[in-house]
């Protein structure tokens, strides 16, 4: 049986320092754990120390780190996994310490990206943060890379290209982050093409394995991939919507966000998230059955600030409502909304929540345009207005129903044609 396809076990090493708070530490360690599942990983042992700063050569000091080493031989682990990111000193010092590979949780999560991106430009995304992760650490890892062979932590550019020289390496980055800026600027302008065609778009944000996935799913009957794992989502998806009253709205499905997410992978992401700053509505995704849920949604709204934004509005939905216990308090009761993504009813009622806030702002407009006025008919089409139209009785005339904004440019150019035309403040002569 090849490496690849045996179940790979582990042991997840973790710092508790001073400073640091032990309920989000206790998070942070539990989230390492259901990473190394998402990767395939069992892990047989979770290994703290308490201390007062993280040890610069070793991380933990000296004489937890042998029994750690000895334990791995004793389990016959795959892979000691660290729950911070290693220096390029500490990574060496390890790696020559135990007989199996060492990885931290940046490698972890970057391995499994490189297994879940599909697109061109989620592969471009893993290789540019992989490239920008290894680049510091390369001295030295060839022959540790040889020596232990394929597993856990070595998917994305692989062994070849991580023994060439640095050069070659700062190459490779500088041409992939024209590819992805030459991506970026299609994907603008199809955004651009969007907004100017009034199509309402909507981000579906929320920590990784809220139920967003599900939540697209369900509402636009799409066949995204959907599974119990963290990042089961990697590249972006956008479906078409149609709300209740038949407008229909762009829902832009995104990566989840995670607790310490690597600065290597923010960075090479940050093009994808850039939908979400030209959303005109965020929905938060929240899993309210998880016991951190808030922890999770102080993530998320950081991300969003760090995104600036802020200023997009935005409903709290909090997902799996099914396994709630009753009693359990929720905050933002008047910017939320409970519900299970599996329930047809739970979805109405977000469907109709949402074109409330959607449809803020418009008004229901009856127009009477002459037949030989057809320029008028174009206009509105080239400015992306839906509209239900009819023929007079007589034939003269279309009888069209719209829906539009006052702050329109659209609208005073359409005033003429309007059955009930807006009163005509004198003040305002």
Known sequence: MSEWNKQQTAIVVGCLLDQRDEERMRLSLEELGELARTAGVEVLEVITQNRERVDSAWY??????????????????????????LSASQNRNLEALFECRVID?????????????????????????????????????????SRLGGGIGTRGPGETKLETDRRHIRRRISELKQQLDDIVRTRQLHRERRKKNHVYQIALVGYTNAGKSTLLN?????????????????????????????KEVLLTDTVGFIQDLPTALIAAFRSTLEGVQEADLILHVVDCSHPDFEVHMEVVDQVLKDLEAEGIPRLVVYNK???????????????????SALSEQDLQRLLNRVEGIVLTGYESVELIIPMERGDVISMMHRAGLEMEQEFSEDGTAYHITIRIKPDEPMYGRLIPYMVNPPAINEEEW
């Open 105 to 145: 949780r940046t490698q972890l999560i970057l391995d499994i990206f490189a297994s879940r991106a599909n697109s061109r430009e989620g592969k471009i995304q893993v290789e540019l943060a992989q490239y920008s992760y290894l680049l510091p650490r390369l001295a030295g890892q060839g022959n540790q890379m």
């Open 60 to 85: 933990l000091g000296t004489g937890k780190i042998q029994e750690i080493a000895e334990l791995a031989v004793s389990l016959d682990v795959d892979v000691v996994i660290f729950n911070d990111e």
């Open 321 to 339: 409502a099914d396994l709630l216990d009753t009693d359990k308090y929720l905050p933002h009761p008047e910017d939320s909304i409970q519900i």
């Open 218 to 246: 369900n509402l636009t009957k799409a066949d995204t991939l959907q599974e119990d794992k963290l990042f089961a989502t990697l590249d972006p998806t956008t479906r078409q919507l149609a709300l209740p009253s038949g």
